[in-house]
């Protein structure tokens, strides 16, 4: 069984709190990122298996292999 690869990238939200934006410890697929109102930071696009990936998001603290 082949698995797909899927896009994700570092992204920062802005926190409405500390009145700054803040990078996440995950990754998401750009698709994930818009919806919830998040910047990609450019560069930072990666090829995951599909299986890292639950609902656009991978795990926190996620650190590429």
Request: glycine content about 8%; aromatic content about 8%; charged content about 30%.
């Amino acid at each position: 069984m082949t698995t797909k690869a899927v896009l994700v990238h570092r992204y920062k939200v802005y926190d409405v709190t500390k009145d700054d934006y803040l990078v996440s410890t995950r990754m998401a697929t750009p698709e994930k990122i818009e919806k919830i109102g998040g910047e990609i930071i450019p560069g930072t696009g990666l090829e995951v298996s599909e299986d890292l990936v639950k609902n656009g998001w991978t795990e926190k603290n996620f650190t590429p292999n």
